[in-house]
């Protein structure tokens, strides 16, 4: 249902039901910030009810939350969390959030963690650098560098 239609049944909505939850409440249930909860809805991932500027999430919106942070953490972007959204390939269930089904071809679940296997090497190869260079300041000034400052 789009914005506009949800906001013109807001009213409606909120004298048949009080299973409402609010930004704060969502931010605190899902452990995300305001900010990520207002950029969702800017992205067009969220879409609350709104009474003034209140913003009022129903269980289909927490479903959808929980849809949203499976994806991330699976690896996905949010325009790709979008499509498979609008695919049906990624769906939940409000009241459980262990029930978020990844509905995907075979070929793109490979492709994902061909994708994590990479960037995974790639952090792997970031620390190993780091660590190296760590331990080679932690270690002191090589010789060379120790001479050519007595001059």
């Not at 009474?51 to 269980?59: A, E, K, N, V």
Request: glycine share 6%.
């Amino acid at each position: 249902m789009d914005l506009a239609r949800r906001s013109a049944n807001a009213s409606r909505v909120m004298a048949q039901d009080d299973n409402f939850s609010t930004i704060g409440d969502m931010a605190r249930d899902f452990g995300v910030s305001l900010r990520t909860l207002r950029f969702y809805e800017d992205r067009g991932l969220l879409a609350p009810l709104r009474q003034g500027s209140t913003r009022l999430y129903t269980p289909r919106d927490r479903a959808r939350l929980q849809i949203i942070l499976k994806g991330k953490q699976l690896g996905f972007t949010l325009t790709e969390i979008r499509e498979m959204v609008a695919r049906g390939q990624l769906h939940g269930d409000a009241d459980n959030a262990e029930r978020v089904a990844l509905a995907l071809p075979a070929v793109q679940i490979m492709a994902q963690i061909d994708h994590l296997e990479r960037q995974r090497r790639d952090l792997d190869e970031a620390i190993a650098q780091l660590r190296a260079t760590h331990a080679m300041m932690a270690a002191g000034p090589a010789p060379e560098m120790r001479l050519s400052n007595v001059g």
